[in-house]
C-alpha cells in the first residue's frame, strides 16, 4: 500500500501561523471584555458601553461618544513610528470623522495598549492640547514621512501597506487632523488588564479583601451578556443601569453580608386573593393537609408578597439572579430535612396532621438569602413558589394526591375526581375575606 503523503509544507506552515495566532487573537477579544468592564466602571448614570459596535469599546450618552481602540501589545510595540496598526487606527478614525459617523464636537478617542509602550508619533499626538499643537504636529509628521512640500519626495518611498494607511491619514484636512489629535489620549496598561481594574473598583468602596471576588463575577457577567447579544444578532450594548445592579448585588453578597433585606410596601386586593385561591397549586398543597381557611389566606399573602420583593431586589441590583437559585437550593435541602425528622418523630399521626407540621416548620426557618436576613414572609412565600411547581410537598404522598384525575368515564372517573379533596374538619367555616386582612403593612423582618 502506498504511504499517504502528507499535506504541502505551505499548508503545513500556514497551519502553524494561525495556529501561533490564535492565542494573540483570543487575549484581544479577552481585553475588550475586561476594557469593557473599565470602562462600566468609569460611566455614569444614563451611559452605556458597548464592544465591537461604534469602536473595540465605547463609551456613549445622549451628547457625548468615547471611543476606544485596543491593542495588546503582546508580541510588538502597536503604537511604533511605523507600525500598521497604529496608523491603521488613525486611519478608520479620519474617516469615520470624514463620513459623519463619529461627531468632530462630541467624540473623544482612546488608544489603549496593555503594555506600557510608547512611540515618537502617538506621544507627540498625545500631548496635543490646542489647535497650534495640532497643526504643529501635523506639519512635522508630514515632513518626517512626505518630505518637504509641495513635492514630497518621500512619499513614493513608503512601503506599500504602511503607504495605504498613512498617506489616507496624512492626506485629511487640516481640521480633521486637529479634532482627532487634540481629542486623542494614549493609555497604557500594566501589562494586566484585569489587575488594573482593582483601582476602579477599589473607588467603589469596595475592601481589598473582597475586589478580586466582585471582579470575578463583573468580568463574567459582561462577558455572559456580551455573548447572549451577539447570539441574538443584537448590538454588544451594555447599559450602565444594569451593570449598576450586578455591582450592586455583588458588592452585598461579597462585601456586606450583614445588610437586612427590606420589604417592599404591597397592596393586595380582593380579586389576586381570590384568583390565587382558585387557580394556584400550592393552595391545593395546604387544602391537602386541611389547612384551615386563615392559614391559606395567609399563604396567598406571602406568596404574592415575596413575589413582588423577589422582583424588586432583582431589578434593584440587592439581590443577584443566581442567588435566588442558591436560596431555593437551601429551602428544598431544609424542607427534605424536615420531612425526614417528622417521618420518624410522628409516623403514627394521620398524613394531613403530618403535613401541616411539615409546613409549619419550614414556615418557620430562618434562612438567608445572599447571606443577608429577609422579611418574614419571605421564606414562607418562596417555600409556597416551591410547591406551585412540585419541587416540596407537604402532604406525604402530595403527588399522588395532587395527580391529575385519570381520563375515562364511568363510576372509575368519579371516584377518581373525588380522590386528594380535602376533608373539611368539624367545625371549619370559610367566612369571606376583607381586603384589608391582606394588606401589607410595609414591614420588614
Known amino acids: 500500500m502506498a504511504k499517504k503523503s502528507g499535506p504541502p509544507k505551505s499548508a503545513k506552515a500556514s497551519s502553524k501561523r494561525q495556529s501561533?495566532?490564535?492565542?494573540?487573537?483570543?487575549?484581544?477579544?479577552?481585553?475588550?471584555?475586561?476594557?469593557?468592564?473599565?470602562?462600566?466602571?468609569?460611566?455614569?448614570?444614563?451611559?452605556?458601553?458597548?464592544?465591537?459596535?461604534?469602536?473595540?469599546?465605547a463609551t456613549q450618552s445622549t451628547d457625548a461618544t468615547l471611543v476606544e481602540q485596543d491593542k495588546s501589545g503582546l508580541a510588538h510595540n502597536p503604537v511604533a513610528d511605523r507600525s500598521i496598526e497604529l496608523w491603521k487606527t488613525l486611519r478608520n478614525w479620519v474617516r469615520a470623522i470624514r463620513s459623519g459617523a463619529l461627531k468632530t464636537n462630541t467624540t473623544k478617542f482612546v488608544l489603549y495598549v496593555a503594555q506600557d509602550h510608547h512611540g515618537g508619533v502617538i506621544d507627540s499626538i498625545h500631548g496635543v492640547t490646542t489647535r497650534a499643537d495640532a497643526d504643529a504636529v501635523v506639519q512635522s509628521l508630514r515632513k518626517r514621512f512626505w518630505g518637504t512640500a509641495p513635492k514630497f519626495t518621500k512619499r513614493a518611498t513608503l512601503p506599500t501597506e504602511l503607504a495605504e494607511h498613512m498617506n489616507d491619514v496624512l492626506s485629511a484636512t487640516d481640521d480633521v487632523l486637529a479634532h482627532l489629535f487634540t481629542n486623542l489620549t494614549l493609555e497604557n496598561g500594566t501589562g494586566s488588564p484585569n489587575d488594573d481594574l482593582n483601582g476602579l473598583i477599589a473607588a467603589k468602596a469596595i475592601s481589598e479583601e473582597k475586589r478580586e471576588q466582585v471582579l470575578t463575577h463583573l468580568l463574567g457577567w459582561a462577558k455572559r451578556t456580551i455573548d447572549k447579544l451577539i447570539e441574538k444578532k443584537q448590538p454588544a450594548v451594555i447599559p450602565w443601569e444594569d451593570f449598576h445592579k450586578q455591582l450592586v448585588g455583588a458588592a452585598k453578597k461579597f462585601d456586606r453580608s450583614d445588610a437586612v433585606l427590606t420589604s417592599t410596601p404591597a397592596t393586595l386586593d380582593q380579586a389576586d386573593?381570590?384568583?390565587?385561591?382558585?387557580?394556584?397549586?400550592?393552595?391545593r398543597q395546604l387544602q391537602a393537609v386541611q389547612c384551615d381557611d386563615n392559614t391559606v389566606v395567609r399563604a396567598v399573602n406571602d406568596f404574592l408578597r415575596s413575589a413582588v420583593d423577589r422582583t424588586?431586589?432583582?431589578?434593584?441590583?440587592?439581590?443577584?439572579?443566581?442567588?435566588?437559585?442558591?436560596?431555593?437550593?437551601?429551602?428544598?435541602?431544609?424542607?427534605?430535612?424536615?420531612?425526614?425528622?417528622?417521618?420518624?418523630?410522628q409516623k403514627n399521626a394521620v398524613e394531613e396532621d403530618r403535613g401541616q407540621l411539615l409546613y409549619v416548620s419550614c414556615s418557620a426557618l430562618q434562612v438567608r438569602l445572599q447571606g443577608m436576613d429577609v422579611p418574614s414572609h419571605f421564606v414562607p412565600g418562596s417555600f409556597h413558589t416551591l410547591a406551585d411547581s412540585l419541587r416540596v410537598g407537604w402532604h406525604p404522598r402530595y403527588r399522588e394526591v395532587l395527580a391529575p384525575p385519570p381520563s375515562g368515564t364511568g363510576p372509575d372517573k368519579k371516584k377518581a375526581s373525588t380522590q386528594g379533596t380535602p376533608r373539611k374538619r368539624p367545625g371549619s367555616t370559610s367566612p369571606p375575606v376583607a381586603a384589608a386582612d391582606v394588606v401589607d403593612d410595609g414591614g420588614g423582618t
Do not use: C, M
Open 20 to 57: 501561533a495566532n490564535a492565542p494573540g487573537q483570543l487575549y484581544g477579544f479577552s481585553v475588550q471584555i475586561t476594557r469593557s468592564v473599565a470602562h462600566l466602571l468609569r460611566a455614569k448614570d444614563g451611559e452605556s458601553v458597548s464592544v465591537e459596535h461604534l469602536d473595540d469599546v
Open 273 to 283: 386573593i381570590e384568583k390565587e385561591l382558585r387557580a394556584r397549586t400550592y393552595v
Open 312 to 345: 424588586r431586589w432583582s431589578e434593584q441590583g440587592d439581590v443577584l439572579e443566581g442567588s435566588f437559585g442558591e436560596f431555593e437550593e437551601q429551602l428544598e435541602r431544609a424542607w427534605d430535612g424536615q420531612r425526614k425528622r417528622l417521618n420518624i418523630e
